[in-house]
């Protein structure tokens, strides 16, 4: 979703947390409702990955090799919505510990 040149809805730094929390709220949803038939769904919550299309942030960044690899760990390990990297990491844990201060700040960044 997004691409060169846009407004990217999922990916990079100028990402939309809004929609990051419905995909996660969607990959929540899909892994209720398939988990039955054997389908395993997982949320993958990187940092920023140094692509093209984050190339002007200043930000610490993820090589796209790195974000591969602990995909890979994660499915093989069967983890649950697994954050990536430590700003990923970071508002991960603030998610769990309260939501709804985390859910404030975000709006505060993209409104």
Do not use: W
């Not at 995909?23 to 993958?44: C, E, M, N, P, W």
């Amino acid at each position: 979703m997004g691409g060169r040149g846009r407004d990217t809805l999922c990916t990079g730094p100028r990402s939309n947390p809004k929609v990051r929390g419905c995909l996660l709220s969607l990959g929540q949803g899909l892994r209720a409702y398939l988990g039955d038939k054997g389908v395993r769904v997982i949320t993958v919550m990187p940092s920023t990955i140094d692509t093209d299309m984050s190339r002007g942030a200043e930000v610490p960044k993820l090589s796209k090799e790195f974000v591969a690899g602990e995909i890979l760990r994660h499915i093989r390990e069967e983890t649950i919505d697994p954050p990536l990297g430590e700003a990923a990491a970071g508002v991960y844990e603030s998610l769990m510990k309260d939501p709804r201060a985390v859910e404030k700040m975000l709006a505060q960044i993209r409104g």
